[in-house]
């Protein structure tokens, strides 16, 4: 007589994990919280972070160092063109960066690793050619800037301030959304903040010596593509 049973029936029976590790898997899946953000909100709010970032930090310094303005005292006095001119170049720059940065990318890996790396190492560059050639010189200014830390300390600590700042909304942003080239991507990270930074920088402080814009200007600009690849490639891992 013809065996009348399905192939199928011949199959082991699926295993049945333990009751321990069925309580184990769920109380683990209770404990993690579940995220209430997309990426795309969370790029959102840091996006809106950087104005509010850089006015805090301006507005922090003026509370930290008394007499020190909001902004930069010769303002007024600087040609408009110019002065618009460099500070819409730094916008970009920043801008560009935090683009390069944060963008997902069409499978969500984000931009390609070569163009993360330039922009980590090419912002501060590209910040101080853009800050020291033909500073933006007043008799205002000079008289202003005579008076400052001659290693630019205070706006070496305002810089900080605006690009940790920053720096932490990008990590949020990007919490557990970077499968490929954490490194790459916080370092361009940190070049985004950084950049930032700087706008701050020149928006409040009319130095033209070069040893403070370069101790307290450029040098914190470049630290902070160095702070994200270390601080931050594990907050980015899924």
């Known amino acids: 007589m013809p065996d009348s049973r399905s192939p199928l029936d011949s199959l082991p029976e699926p295993a049945t994990p333990p009751a321990e590790l069925a309580s184990r898997v769920r109380a683990a899946v209770a404990q993690t919280p579940a995220s209430l953000s997309s990426v795309r909100q969370r790029l959102a709010l840091a996006l809106v972070a950087v104005p509010a970032a850089i006015l805090v930090g301006l507005l922090g310094s003026c509370l930290v160092f008394p ?7 010769d303002l007024w006095a600087i040609p408009e063109v110019p002065f618009a ?3 819409l170049l730094l916008v970009l720059l920043a801008g560009m960066a935090t683009g390069v940065a944060l963008v997902p990318g069409p499978r969500g890996l984000g931009s390609k690793v070569t163009l993360l790396a ?9 910040y101080t050619l853009l800050t020291h ?3 933006l010189g007043t008799a205002v200014g000079d008289a202003a800037a005579r ?3 001659p290693l630019g300390l205070p706006c070496a600590l305002v810089a900080f301030a605006v690009g940790v700042v920053l720096l932490g909304a990008f990590g949020v942003a990007l919490r557990r959304a970077v499968p490929a080239a954490p490194v790459n991507r916080a370092a361009a990270l940190g070049a985004a903040a950084g950049g930032w930074a700087g706008v701050a920088l020149f928006l409040q402080c009319p130095a033209k010596d070069e040893l403070h814009l ?5 040098l914190p600009v470049a630290a902070f593509a160095l ?7 594990r907050l980015l891992r899924p």
Do not use: K
């Open 85 to 87: 001119e460099r500070l």
């Open 133 to 135: 050639a033909a500073p």
């Open 214 to 218: 370069l101790v307290g200007h450029s």
């Open 147 to 149: 008076a400052l830390h």
């Open 118 to 126: 330039i922009t980590a190492v090419a912002v501060a560059p590209l």
């Open 67 to 73: 007499g020190r303005p909001l902004l930069r005292v």
């Open 227 to 233: 702070l994200g690849a270390v601080a931050l490639p």
